[in-house]
Nanobody, 124 residues
């Protein structure tokens, strides 16, 4: 059984930083894709960042230069370092693993496994 457990969410002010961690069991990250999505209030879940098993990275335009995705194969975990946070970044952030990244796009229907989500709140 695949399990993804996120941690590291919280509340920060505009310009602050947070680091999210996703610990994975039942699936080996060094030969699977990993990513992060988010769902803001009243909006659909949207792609944030992904790393494929070749360590290529992909980012949504609205986080480029501010967020960095990484993977620790030894711990079978992934991280999302978020800097220069803005109120529009307020959302529940979900870790995702497995499934294909096609043409640089990691789509919600293609994700194999999801975490439970962690809340990120950015105040102005």
């Amino acid at each position: 059984q695949v399990q993804l457990v996120e941690s590291g969410g919280g509340s920060v002010q505009t310009g602050g930083s947070l680091r999210l961690t996703c610990r994975v069991s039942g699936l080996t990250l060094n030969n699977n894709n990993i990513g992060w999505f988010r769902r803001a209030p009243g909006k659909d879940r949207e792609f944030v960042a992904a790393m494929d098993w070749f360590s290529n990275t992909y980012y949504a335009d609205f986080v480029k230069g501010r967020f960095t995705i990484s993977r620790n194969n030894g711990n079978n975990a992934g991280d999302l370092q978020m800097t220069n946070l803005k109120p529009d970044d307020t959302a529940v952030y979900y870790c995702a693993a497995g499934g294909p990244i096609v043409g640089g796009i990691y789509r919600v229907p293609d994700v194999r496994s999801w975490g439970q989500g962690t809340q990120v709140t950015v105040s102005s």
